[in-house]
């Protein structure tokens, strides 16, 4: 029997970049959004939702956790953090983690030393 154990939780879940076909986002017309470029209001408007490959994985693992994962809001990167990591949205995301932002950063991360001593990794 699948028992609950954590009782329900709500995330929330940074996607770093768009990356067509594993991040994107898809506006009402149903234009698909591949890439993110700087100062994309598309990128910063949490209204038109993130879709992709990682999405739909994790929208899976929210129906198969047996209600231990309510939900996961899938948010931006912080300004801040793209600001203190221009050269990086990736690095950007996870210093959002790092500073209790967010619960996770989700995407094709490179693990590097710099980003563990930010925080800790599941693959």
Same mark, same amino acid.
């Given at each position: $029997? ?16 768009? #990356?067509?076909?594993? /991040? $994107?986002? !898809? *506006?009402?017309? @149903?234009?698909?959004?591949? #890439?993110?470029? =700087?100062? $994309? ?21 929210? !129906?198969?956790?047996? @209600?231990?994962? !309510? =939900? ?6 912080? =300004?801040?953090? *793209?600001? #203190? ?13 790092? =500073? @209790? *932002?967010?619960? /996770? ?8 030393? !710099? #980003? ?8």
């Amino acid at each position: $029997n699948n028992v609950s154990v954590i009782g329900g939780i709500d995330l929330t879940a940074i996607i770093p970049d768009f #990356r067509y076909p594993t /991040m $994107n986002k !898809q *506006l009402p017309d @149903g234009t698909v959004w591949e #890439r993110a470029e =700087n100062n $994309n209001t598309y990128y910063f408007d949490d209204n038109i939702p993130f879709g992709g490959i990682y999405i739909d994985y994790i929208k899976k693992l929210i !129906q198969i956790s047996n @209600g231990d994962i !309510q =939900n996961v809001t899938f948010t931006h990167t912080s =300004n801040g953090s *793209l600001k #203190r990591y221009p050269a990086s949205s990736f690095t950007a995301a996870v210093r959002d983690v790092e =500073n @209790g *932002l967010s619960d /996770m950063a989700v995407g094709p991360f490179w693990i590097t030393r !710099q #980003r563990l001593t930010m925080t800790t990794f599941t693959v």
